[in-house]
């Protein structure tokens, strides 16, 4: 059985441009989160989507948005990327809402230069 | 708010020795989960064990076990039997009953030494 798959591994982006990353969560599993990690703030979460809607926001600017696809799929977008924006994205799925523990990725490495 | 605790930054164990690592939280929740997560060099967050809050017995899982103190907000993990595998971070965890999303711990770095 395949785990959550994150692409890409690793990303550099520009300050300015913006930048979308995937996550296909594990066949089944209809909940999709996103956090943030950083060594200053740690793990910070990001928004989570269930059945294709947005059942939860974190604190983070406008600037980062998601979206789930009808096959539970998830992107996240991040736009006028910061300095401060540099770090690693998880994504994790879970079979149903939140009790079960989710199943995270191996995450995506964004740098921002 | 919830919020999560992990007060030491590193441990250090002998391998093939007991380790235990501390977890407090702060919650005015009655249904809440609490977990532990391991992240090791390759990045990816693995579940170690899940308590349920309205369990009073302790969570299990092999060498893995947890001491959850309902009273007193605490969680610890207990690692027996340290393996050189077992080095990783480690992020205590909390969500809601209501609320799913997890709120993270600091994280403690745990080596093993051979």
């Known amino acids: 059985k395949a785990g959550v798959t994150q692409t890409p591994r690793y990303l550099i982006k520009t300050r300015g441009q913006q930048v979308t990353l995937s996550c296909s969560p594990i066949s089944g599993h209809r909940s999709v989160s996103w956090y943030q990690q950083t060594p200053g703030q740690g793990l910070q979460f990001l928004f989570e989507y269930f059945s294709e809607t947005q059942r939860n926001k974190g604190n983070f600017p406008g600037r980062f948005s998601g979206r789930q696809f009808s096959n539970s799929r998830s992107e996240m977008n991040v736009s006028t990327l910061e300095l401060g924006d540099s770090a690693l994205y998880l994504c994790a799925s879970s079979l149903g809402i939140g009790a079960h523990g989710y199943t995270f990725g191996s995450g995506t490495r964004l740098t921002v230069v | 708010a919830q919020t999560v605790t992990q007060s030491q930054p590193e441990m250090s164990v002998q391998e093939a020795e007991t380790v235990t690592l501390s977890c407090t939280y702060d919650t005015s929740e009655s249904d809440y989960y609490l977990f532990w997560y391991k992240q090791p060099p390759s990045r990816q967050m693995i579940l170690v064990i899940r308590?349920?809050?309205?369990?009073?017995q302790n969570a299990t899982e092999n060498r893995f076990s947890v001491n959850f103190q309902k009273a007193a907000k605490s969680f610890s993990l207990k690692i027996s039997d340290s393996q050189l595998g077992d080095a990783a971070m480690y992020f205590c965890?909390?969500?809601?009953?209501?609320?799913?999303?997890?709120?993270f711990g600091k994280g403690i770095t745990l080596s093993v030494r051979p």
């Open positions: 308590q349920e809050a309205y369990k009073q």
């Open positions: 965890a909390f969500s809601t009953g209501a609320n799913s999303k997890l709120t």
